[in-house]
């Protein structure tokens, strides 16, 4: 234990260190760089597989649960999870956006909305249901024609025909 805190200082910064651990081992950042050699759609899609993976993995799910059911007793434990998880994913994002637009593939005005739009229309109804224990996670061979139909629709929106 006092190996593990001279490290992280406290029980906070372990916690958010260990949040970001995971997020960058299944979404690691590079994923959300523009790749010009390949279509946007590539790019859209592989993101969304990686992030459909990583929200119904075990171990998201049951930190999830117990994030929600533990927010309102510790609201800066909440912070620290959403900032070094969602909000990390959510930046990323909007900096794919913010290249993609530069670079003429997306007609974006708002690239924070666009990106928490893009990670909704991912999640669904579907992420409530594995939430509440009703349905299990979508399998591979599910994610993958659901990622296609969401980049669709997302470039549907936002894309100006050559993505």
Known sequence: KLTVYSHFSDKETLFSAAIEAKCQNMLPVPIFELD??????????????????L??????????????????????????????????????????????????Q??????KQASENFFSLLQGCQHMRVMIGYQQPMTASEAQPHAEQVVALFLRAYGKGNE
């Open 106 to 111: 997306l007609d974006v005005s708002d690239p």
């Open 55 to 104: 929200i119904h993995s075990p171990d998201a799910v049951e930190l999830q649960r117990l994030m929600n059911s533990q927010a309102t007793q510790d609201p800066e434990m909440a912070r620290l999870f959403f900032e070094a998880g969602p909000q990390r994913t959510l930046t990323a994002m909007e900096n794919l956006i913010r290249s993609a637009n530069a670079a003429g």
């Open 36 to 53: 010009e050699s390949q279509p946007l759609r590539t790019t859209l899609t592989k993101i969304g597989l990686a992030f459909l993976e």
